[in-house]
């Protein structure tokens, strides 16, 4: 049995309606029983649902009864993630969640000696944004020689075309992940700061550092010096934007980030459905290795939608019979990294590799 917790979110919902394609019996979990009764009605299996909440810890157990696999769509993962994978890996249930929240993936790990005794899988951040660059990352290293000098990855991604929950995720991100992997180790440092310039299908781009969940992942299963994610922003703005963006990190720490939660809240309300179906996207992942460099690129539609299928199909592999991997494990580590691109490419995304 699947259970989807924060199942009437927007990610969530989709994570559910996927699931009702494959036959996999699941049900729904969040804090409205209103919410999920109309969201279970919706769909073809009518799964039965549980009303649970982080913040009243009583009810969390209940989430890992008769379960083999929890998929945690409940965000801000900083604020909400903690406690419900704590309990994953306490019961020996398998967990993956949709964070690309640097700072908690990176607290998860202290769970790994514990998921091993009890035989839980613990996969943070298995979803569009880390779990496509992580497998790719471990596809195109195979045959180079490490440890790799660096790993950077680019995102090009839909602008304004943004949940209201990714838009939290990304405030906690940056307000929390202080975190960078340099010289084969985490070291501290305030997000943004540098910018980097670069070709994606012969088109130039300008893009900012940011905090992304690879710094942690990579490094769990490629040895390599140094880990960076960027997104790819305005070329006109990139420098002010890299100056502003640690400035910004600070101040979201203080009583500012609470108000700005809001003003996402009730002054920018999310785009309309279609613009998230239609929007597109670009990760180019580029190794650094001693003679020279090799650039992975993948490029598709519909981050949220690929997201859901995502989850659904490491949802099928975790509970395949004979599944034996255990601990906190990075999607690359948890799926098979070669299996995982050709599904990808099966859902419509476009690889190139270029050395």
């Known amino acids: 049995m699947v259970v989807v917790f924060g199942a009437t979110g927007y990610t969530g919902q989709r994570v559910a309606r996927v699931l009702d394609r494959t036959g996999l019996p699941f049900r729904l979990a969040g804090r409205s029983p209103e919410k999920l009764a109309a969201l279970a009605g919706s769909l073809a299996s009518r799964p039965a649902t549980l009303t649970a909440d982080v913040a ?142 670069g070709e994606i299908n012969g088109r130039p781009y300008r893009a900012l550092a940011f905090p992304s969940c690879e710094a942690v992942t990579v490094p769990a299963h490629l040895k390599v010096s140094d880990v960076q994610a960027w997104l790819a922003v305005s070329r006109r703005w990139a420098g002010v934007a890299a100056g502003l963006l640690p400035l910004v990190s600070v101040l979201l720490r203080s009583p500012l980030g609470a108000l700005t939660a809001l003003s996402f809240r009730y002054l920018m309300p999310p785009p309309p459905e279609d613009s998230f179906h239609a929007s597109r996207f670009v990760v180019q992942v580029e190794l650094t290795y001693a003679h020279g460099t090799r650039t992975v690129t993948a490029r598709g539609a519909d981050p949220y939608g690929l997201t859901a299928e995502i989850a659904a199909y490491a949802a099928q592999q975790l509970l395949a019979e004979g599944y034996d991997k255990r601990g906190v494990l990075a999607p690359a580590q948890a799926l098979e990294a070669g299996a995982f691109v050709g599904w990808v490419r099966g859902q419509g995304v476009a690889i190139s590799i270029e050395t």
Request: with cysteine; hydrophobic share 45%.
């Open 56 to 197: 009243a810890p009583a009810t969390l157990p209940s989430l890992f009864q008769n379960t083999r696999l929890l998929i945690n769509c409940a965000g801000p993962f900083t604020d909400l993630g903690e406690p419900v994978a704590r309990l994953a890996a306490t019961y020996g249930v398998h967990y993956l969640d949709l964070t690309n929240e640097l700072s908690y993936a990176y607290r998860l790990r202290q769970y790994d000696a514990l998921a091993r005794q009890t035989g839980a899988a613990l996969v943070p951040a298995c979803a569009f944004e880390v779990a496509i660059a992580d497998c790719l990352t471990s596809v195109a290293a195979r045959d180079l020689p490490q440890p790799l000098r660096a790993v950077d990855v680019v995102y090009v991604l839909p602008g304004g075309v943004v949940s209201y929950g990714t838009r939290l995720s990304a405030l906690k991100t940056f307000a929390q992940s202080w975190l960078a992997y340099r010289g084969r180790k985490w070291v501290r440092g305030l997000p943004g700061g540098a910018v980097r310039g």
